[in-house]
């Protein structure tokens, strides 16, 4: 079993920045790539970013990319969203979730573990 638990989360004006962090306890992290989503309301849950476990490969939406830098570092066992100009349309809950297998995957059924989600809010 892999708990995670996500912070960072919280208000910031359009154009500002926030970094999410999502630490992991439990029996194992070693060979867990991770990943990012969040989930708006009414809207279906999406995918933002995903990262190997060795941070060699990483997938980002292309409504974040070149905005939002998911990274990791193992020996803390946490892996970091630094989100900057965020816009309203991010305004949402953000999980982190853990896939037992190295490499990422932009799907979340394919992730074994998630977080309870922490809150994005983005005003105008």
């Known amino acids: 079993q892999v708990q995670l638990v996500e912070s960072g989360g919280g208000l910031v004006q359009a154009g500002g920045s926030l970094r999410l962090s999502c630490t992991a306890s439990?029996?194992?992290?070693?060979?867990?790539?991770m990943g990012w989503f969040r989930q708006a309301p009414g809207r279906e849950r999406e995918f933002i970013a995903a990262i190997s476990w060795t941070g060699g490969t990483t997938y980002y939406a292309d409504s974040v990319k070149g905005r939002f830098t998911i990274s990791r570092d193992n020996a803390k066992r946490t892996v970091y969203l630094q989100m900057n100009s965020l816009k309203p349309e991010d305004t949402a809950v953000y999980y982190c979730?853990?896939?037992?297998?190295?490499?990422?995957?932009?799907?979340?059924?394919?992730?074994?573990?998630w977080g309870q989600g922490t809150q994005v809010t983005v005003s105008s």
């Open positions: 979730a853990a896939r037992n297998g190295v490499l990422p995957k932009t799907n979340s059924p394919a992730y074994d573990y």
């Open positions: 439990g029996r194992t992290f070693s060979g867990y790539a």
